[in-house]
């Protein structure tokens, strides 16, 4: 059964860093587009981040420039590096493949990042 399984987030100050790693299991990454999205206390969720199975990559507007997403296929691992992080980057981040092993619109369980001001 696929799985996504998100790790690194925590508690930051404003102009720090961290690093998200979604890593996948059940399935294998290679060939796979993925996402990051991100939703924000009392808002809806947004994608944040898209990287293709070629490693185009794609952001949000507010995020250009402080966030790279990446991919290492060797270990089934999509990554999302945030820095210079601000306030309103707070929120729970997801990594999200429209489809992978056999499966459509699969979702991992969320980490949680905070940025304190």
């Known amino acids: 059964q696929v799985q996504l399984v998100e790790s690194g987030g925590g508690l930051v100050q404003a102009g720090g860093s961290l690093r998200l790693s979604c890593t996948v299991s059940?399935?294998?990454?290679?060939?796979?587009?993925m996402n990051w999205y991100r939703q924000a206390p009392g808002k809806q969720r947004e994608v944040v981040a898209r990287i293709s199975s070629g490693g185009n990559t794609i952001y949000e507007d507010s995020v250009k420039g402080r966030f790279t997403i990446s991919r290492d296929n060797t270990k089934n691992t999509v990554y999302l590096q945030m820095n210079s992080l601000k306030p309103e980057d707070t929120g729970v981040y997801y990594c999200q493949a429209d489809r992978i092993g056999g499966k459509n619109d699969v979702w991992g369980q969320g980490t949680q990042v905070t940025v304190s001001s």
């Open positions: 059940g399935s294998i990454l290679g060939g796979i587009l």
